[in-house]
């Protein structure tokens, strides 16, 4: 091939230029004499240490011309004076720069947002929108009451424009209005994004622990049956529900509701149905969820949710098949959870969730109605 000496360079230049809302165009065009156009690349920023510096790069030739759009918010919303500069690859393999000098981007209003919704147990989910870089977003939270002295930081999940996260009141100390602060890191520097307030009315979601042949109850009778024999299920729903409510539940207020209000507990059968929990926790206003996969069941447990599982021939519960037993999980560190075991307290402890999930009872009282003995319960 024989290169054209006489061939010039696209043309650069700014249009629609608007300071008020922060935005402009860097326009390239080809002319009839020009080279043709590869990509393009535009660097702009205000901070002198160009902390700020976002690249914006395009390919898309369309009529001969690349248009790029800037934009304050890929820059944290930093209302200044902005120098922009323009690189032109063009077919030929060539790349020219440009210094299009400075131009004023002046929005004020922030484009990004903050939400909050409660997940239940004191999770509360937190969702930004109108991310703009690909910096690390962290958000700081803390309850009015008392100043900072609760305040925490937390890491979110960056997908595109969007970040998630969680947070769980029991790391706070105060009720009533929250705050939370949302911050983004880039080249070594915080910058404020959004902000919000939410309400919180309580912090403490700990977990009792109840053994159904504790003296004070396990000789009661329901039927043919002691609690010390087949109150697993009560005993372990008024963990939950003590928690969940923060109310006392004993296991006897539980095992009472359901023997006399039910046919689920020693009805025609030893022990408690599957149908049973969810009838109870809903007496209770819980919410209860099946639990359908053992990738369901380690996100319910990071998230910080009760799950009361029914498990067979396993250490809690060697009786034989044709039995099983009602455990609570509670917590989630490097793929183990906390047992919470109402037969036998000595077995309270952490466990492998996936060694749980495969030890899952499937004794048709915890199964039929439900597909897995596994229920998340929650206070939402």
């Known amino acids: 091939l024989i290169f054209d000496e006489s061939l ?3 043309t650069v230049t700014v249009q629609n230029h608007d300071s008020k809302r922060g935005t402009l165009q860097v326009v390239i065009a080809e002319t009839e004499n020009s080279k043709d156009i590869q990509s393009v690349t535009v660097a702009a920023w205000s901070d002198p240490n160009q ?9 898309k030739v369309v009529n001969g011309r690349v248009i790029i759009n800037v934009d304050e918010k890929y820059h944290h919303n930093i209302s200044a004076d902005y120098t922009i500069h323009v690189y032109v690859k063009t077919k030929d ?4 720069g440009y210094n299009l000098g400075q131009y004023a981007l002046n929005n004020k209003q922030v484009t990004a947002s903050v939400s909050t919704n409660y997940k239940g147990t004191g999770i509360y989910g937190v969702n930004i929108s109108g991310v703009y870089s690909s910096g690390t977003v962290k958000y700081a939270v803390w309850s009015e009451v008392n100043g900072q002295n609760d305040i925490r930081w937390y890491d979110a999940t960056t997908s595109g ?3 998630t996260g969680l947070i769980n009141v029991a790391n706070h100390s105060g009720t009533g209005t929250y705050h939370i602060h949302v911050y983004q890191s880039d080249n070594g520097q915080m910058y404020f994004l959004t902000s919000t307030d939410f309400t919180v009315k309580r912090t403490n979601y700990n977990t009792p622990y109840y053994n159904q042949r504790d003296g004070r ?3 009661n009778r329901y039927g043919y049956y002691t609690l010390a024999s087949t109150g697993c299920v009560p005993t372990s729903l008024a963990m939950v529900f003590s928690s969940l409510t923060g109310n006392e539940v ?3 207020t539980v095992a009472s509701y359901l023997y006399n209000n039910t046919v689920e507990f020693n009805r025609g059968t030893e022990g408690t149905t599957g149908n049973g929990i969810l009838v109870a926790s809903r007496q209770w206003g819980l919410t209860p969820t099946v639990i359908n996969s053992s990738a369901a069941l380690t996100s319910a447990l990071k998230e910080g949710h009760h799950v009361v599982a029914a498990v067979q021939q396993d250490k809690f519960s060697p009786w034989g098949w044709g039995t099983s037993h ?3 999980l509670k917590g989630y560190s490097n793929g183990n959870t906390y047992v919470y075991d109402p037969y036998n307290a000595s077995n309270n402890g952490w466990y492998s969730i996936e060694l749980l999930w495969r030890e899952q009872s499937t004794q048709a009282v915890d199964v ?3 597909g897995h003995p596994f229920v998340k319960v929650v206070d939402v």
């Not at 700020?52 to 790069?57: I, M």
């Open 93 to 96: 393999g060539e790349t020219k």
């Open 161 to 163: 424009t969007n970040a």
């Open 326 to 328: 009602e455990i609570v």
């Open 217 to 219: 109850w396990g000789g």
């Open 8 to 10: 010039t360079n696209p």
């Open 51 to 59: 902390k700020n510096l976002h690249w914006y790069n395009s390919a």
């Open 250 to 252: 004993l296991p006897t």
């Open 368 to 370: 039929n109605g439900l």
